[in-house]
Nanobody, 126 residues
Framework: QVHLVESGGGSVQAGGSLRLSCEVS????????MGWFRQAPGKEREALAT????????YYADSVKGRFTISQDNTKNILSLQMNSLKPEDAAMYYCAADLLIRPRCGDTAADFAYWGQGTQVTVSS
């Protein structure tokens, strides 16, 4: 059974920072394709950063490059998303996800990921 539990969301003013965490269950954490996504009301779920936990997180969406950083803590099985210089347009529900299928590369769309957490809400005021 795969369980992903996000935390760390909240309300912040524009220009502020938040750090999201995703607690990952089981042995899937090593060398697993994982990522952070977000979905705003009326919009499609978009990938923010994805990659293999045993290697490099290779994909960042243009909208968050230079502001968001994905990282992992192997000792605690936690996948994190550090978000700096937040903008009102960053407001959304944020999700972490995992893909257990063997693919040529880690995907960068929501359709590539089968396991999802419940999400954590981020609100950014101007």
């Amino acid at each position: 059974q795969v369980h992903l539990v996000e935390s760390g969301g909240g309300s912040v003013q524009a220009g502020g920072s938040l750090r999201l965490s995703c607690e990952v269950s089981g042995s899937i954490f090593s060398n697993t394709c994982m990522g952070w996504f977000r979905q705003a009301p009326g919009k499609e779920r978009e990938a923010l950063a994805t990659g293999y936990t045993g290697g490099t997180f290779t994909y960042y969406a243009d909208s968050v490059k230079g502001r968001f950083t994905i990282s992992q803590d192997n000792t605690k099985n936690i996948l994190s998303l550090q978000m700096n210089s937040l903008k009102p347009e960053d407001a959304a529900m944020y999700y972490c996800a995992a893909d257990l299928l063997i693919r040529p590369r880690c995907g960068d769309t929501a359709a590539d990921f089968a396991y999802w957490g419940q999400g954590t809400q981020v609100t950014v005021s101007s």
